[in-house]
């Protein structure tokens, strides 16, 4: 029963992020670029080995991203869940759901999946969550942990460049 709600905090997660994306805008112009940010350098725990940066990332990536989407790390997002070395912040949004803030981003790398994973089991073991389902499918990784009263997931998917869109959803109770 924890596997499912796990699987169906993830997937509740991912819905949000594309929702809030697309409710951002009216349509009416066209989606910001992702800015990258000097606090971005190659993976160290990583071992990024691509020597590729940020500013690499194809331009038919950044095409497909919602009108209106907005490359930002939501204010809310926790300090303790790693921004991975090198990505570029897609789309975020921080909401507070009944007194409890939740927030979703979407970041892309040039790193492989399984690098990106076993970044984020590191980083996150080392900053005191507690890693509590680990999931393999098609190709994409998934974690869910938790931290006292929050909960962050993350969920690495491969794209056709050799790189990964990285989800991470956070919630936290009140």
Aim: glycine fraction near 10%.
């Amino acid at each position: 029963m924890d596997r499912l709600r796990h699987f169906a905090f993830l997937i509740t997660g991912l819905a949000l992020v594309g929702l809030l994306a697309t409710a951002c805008d009216s349509g009416t112009q066209e989606p910001a670029a992702p800015a990258s940010s000097d606090d971005t350098a190659a993976p160290q725990a990583a071992g990024d080995t691509s020597g590729r940066t940020a500013d690499e990332i194809p331009d038919e990536r950044l095409s497909t991203l919602p009108e209106g989407a907005v490359g930002e790390i939501p204010d809310n997002f926790p300090d303790d869940v790693a921004i991975y070395p090198g990505s570029v912040p897609a789309q975020g949004k921080g909401a507070e759901v009944e007194g409890a803030p939740i927030s979703a981003l979407q970041l892309m790398s040039l790193d492989p999946p399984d690098t990106v994973y076993e970044f984020y089991v590191d980083k996150l073991e080392n900053e005191g969550w507690t890693i509590e389902d680990r999931e393999g499918f098609a190709e994409r990784r998934a974690i869910t942990a938790t931290k006292g009263n929050c909960k962050a997931s993350v969920l690495a998917a491969p794209t056709a460049d050799g790189g990964t869109d990285i989800f991470l959803i956070t919630e936290c109770s009140a």
